[in-house]
């Protein structure tokens, strides 16, 4: 295994990880920005209707174990885009 | 300089904390917070690399989840993908000038951090005092409210970071010194060493 791909490996065990704390253990509650928009009375008037609304897929809303799949195959669809965006923005000479 | 060694760090750096976006930590008042990642990405990929990957990062949010927005696009990738990211490398190359020992590294993360998230929340405030048809406060209001109640995040981001330029010094110092992608009128990343935690 090369270095750059045992970096990939470590960082992607973390992530997978973070997905499963942050689903499993850590609350979900009110994040700050949401906190003070609610505190202003400022209200959401969406223009786009997102597929996967508020990290969870419909008709699985509260399953915890669709969420952490959900955050891991969004996290490696992440990684493989930047490394796309990567490789294609790339000095050349390098 | 975007190079082929980058690449890889970048790609890694950008799921790790598209992943740690997803984990809240409850801080006080009843609310949750997470890390934003700008100061990782800007220290280690370099401020035009770390704007990219948060690009990536609030793209994918905003297309597949809804969070953040599309319409807000543009002004969350100034705050947190430029602001956000640029603050803290120009805080640790401007200390990188005078000092290298790793606790005054360790400060420069900390307070680069500390000031990247803080700065990009006043931005947020200002953008919504300014956004006059959809938000009934002055500008001074939304910002006071924004910094200080984000200025309890840019303390845990600046703690993390710290954390974990840390740990980047002690186990992986090469991924510190790899070109940045940076602005010319920069200059040079000075080269940190795993030496760097002895004193100056």
Redesign the interface.
Known sequence: MTR??R??A???T???V??S???LV???????????AE????R????????????EVPGFEGNTAVSVVL?II??????????A???A???PR? | MLTDRLVPLMATLTALFFAAQMMNYPIIGGTTAHLLGGPVLGITLGPYAGMISMTVILLIQALFFGDGGLTSFGANVWNMGVVGVFIPYIVLLLTLRFRKDAGSLMAAAFTGAFLGDLLAAVFAGLELGLSTLSFPYSVPVAVTAMAINHSIIGAGEGIVTALILGLLLRVRPDLLSLPKAAPRWMGEFPMISSRAEGKR
């Open positions: 750059s791909m970096l990939v470590v960082g992607l973390f992530a997978v973070f997905v704390v942050g689903v850590l609350s979900m509650s009110a994040e700050t920005l949401d906190e003070v505190k202003f009375g400022v959401e008037s969406p223009v786009y209707k997102p597929p996967l609304p508020d990290y955050g969004f996290t490696l669809l992440t990684l493989l885009v930047t490394f965006v990567g490789k923005l790339r000095s390098t």
